[in-house]
T-cell receptor, first 114, second 114 residues
Framework: DGGITQSPKYLFRKEGQNVTLSCEQN?????MYWYRQDPGQGLRLIYY???????QKGDIAEGYSVSREKKESFPLTVTSAQKNPTAFYLC?????????????FGDGTRLSIL | DQQVKQNSPSLSVQEGRISILNCDYT??????FLWYKKYPAEGPTFLIS?????DKNEDGRFTVFLNKSAKHLSLHIVPSQPGDSAVYFC?????????????FGEGTQLTVNP
């Protein structure tokens, strides 16, 4: 059964600590995305990757880093430079370049600060 | 710059009645739109889409209408069911610059009362 798996579902971070959120997909999609959702706001794009070993900043990339070493995996690191990391993080994937191909989302990771 | 806006944060309707969710956009280059549905603690799921060459697209109880001159689209759910209670996001791909990268509205929380 194809899909996107995000782990963990809940994550707690101490001040000054980096944490990494996992995202794995078995949909054979080329493109992967990371979004952040805050209460009362839409999804804001953090980073996206069209192909392996390539990624681009989204609208709110500061304080975050990513890697794309494998087609199936797109981990997101929330660094200590991100001053307001508490949010719901969503990973998505899609076929790149096809406008009518909807993005498929994982079930998210909720990150909180201790 | 919020290019896709959903001005109603919430909507409450009675079961069996029509739900109408609205979305406005400012970027005249947008020519494809998607609606996503999101339950709490889950990722969004694709619901329905519309291309700018059409003014209406229907899928079962869900119909999306597009008014290009007004830069406005709406999602109609008829008849509404309690299971439709969720947050609904409209989204548009930034086609000219980045393929299927999406920009999202803020979302509307729909509550369908039995």
């Amino acid at each position: 059964d194809g899909g996107i798996t995000q782990s963990p579902k809940y994550l707690f971070r101490k001040e000054g600590q980096n944490v990494t959120l996992s995202c794995e997909q078995n949909l054979n999609h080329d493109a992967m995305y990371w979004y952040r959702q805050d209460p009362g706001q839409g999804l804001r794009l953090i980073y996206y990757s069209q192909i392996v070993n390539d990624f681009q900043k989204g609208d709110i990339a500061e304080g975050y880093s990513v890697s794309r070493e494998k087609k199936e995996s797109f981990p997101l690191t929330v660094t200590s430079a991100q001053k307001n990391p508490t949010a719901f993080y969503l990973c998505a994937s899609s076929n790149w370049g096809l406008m009518n191909q909807p993005q498929h989302f994982g079930d998210g990771t909720r990150l909180s600060i201790l | 710059d919020q290019q896709v806006k959903q001005n109603s944060p919430s909507l409450s309707v009675q079961e069996g009645r029509i739900s109408i969710l609205n979305c406005d956009y400012t970027n005249s280059m947008f020519d494809y739109f998607l609606w996503y549905k999101k339950y709490p603690a889950e990722g969004p799921t694709f619901l329905i889409s519309i291309s700018s060459i059409k003014d209406k697209n229907e899928d079962g109880r869900f119909t999306v209408f597009l008014n290009k001159s007004a830069k406005h689209l709406s999602l109609h759910i008829v008849p509404s069911q309690p299971g439709d209670s969720a947050v609904y996001f409209c989204a548009a791909p930034l086609r000219k610059t980045s393929g299927s990268r999406l920009t999202f509205g803020e979302g509307t929380q729909l509550t369908v009362n039995p």
